[in-house]
């Protein structure tokens, strides 16, 4: 059987009867892709342990992979072909004889509060040359800061998803396929209320809640990391999207937040995700005491 056919399928009722989302199934693609190309096979017949083998030996000491990405490696190939088991087109999964690295335990990366603060500021402050930039992007990192939202959740908020009145945020389809409602402070309440009055004075219509300036549709992933490495550089502090909502979420326990109510704010699956941010949040206090 060939294999992209095969894999072409898998793809599909991973999609449609599964419902994973869109990044999972481009994750399965690529892995997938890239084991056919390195084993130099075109049919399902051609899998062997030898090859599967191979694959994680090159990729472990010839690509660097770290353990993260052999654990990715590992889980898409085992899924795919526990897949192609069930339906009679394999009689063995020659990942369950791959043993899997450990991974480090390490505590999420974040900003101290004055970093936070600091980047808050450099982002309305920066000189702009339209004034919907400046209030469109300090709200852009607001959400971020202020309510924890990955970035694939903040790209896909609706207009109709931000309850300025009730102080909510509706999180549609989040990881997992899982909606969520988000509480909101009043500090954030009054920075998306001001984007919006921006927002309504350039007459955008589209249903995206944060637009694009020159057009009328939805911000883009690749303007929000134009705008992310801008404020980089403005404000000479290292960070990423997602070190933002560990920002979020260790500020959040240091206020009084309980670790349940922050696990359902982030949309976590399991509470244990979430108890990380504990340790995180222990060791800052113990460095201030110092």
Known sequence: MDIKILAQKFYEHSSYIRGYAKPTILRYKHVINFFCKFAHIETIEQVTEKNVRELFMHGRVQRGWQANTFIIYHKTLRVFFRWCIELGYMEENFID?????RLAKRLPSKLTRQEAEKL?????????????????????FSMFMFAGLRKSELLKLKLTDVDIENLTLFVRQGKGNKDRIIPINFTLAETLRKYLSERKRLRKTCPEFFASLNRNCGFTDSGLKRLKDK?????????TIHKLRHTFATLMLEGGCDIY??????????????????????????????
């Open 97 to 101: 004889s791959i043993e899997v690295p």
């Open 120 to 140: 808050l500021d450099v982002t309305f402050n920066y000189p702009y040359d339209y004034k919907y930039l400046r209030y469109r992007n300090h709200a852009i």
């Open 231 to 239: 404020m980089q550089k403005a404000s000479k502090i290292e960070f």
């Open 261 to 290: 109510s922050l696990s359902r704010m982030m949309g976590h699956s399991d509470i244990k995700t979430t108890t990380i941010y504990l340790s995180a949040s222990a060791e800052l206090r113990d460095y201030i005491s110092k």
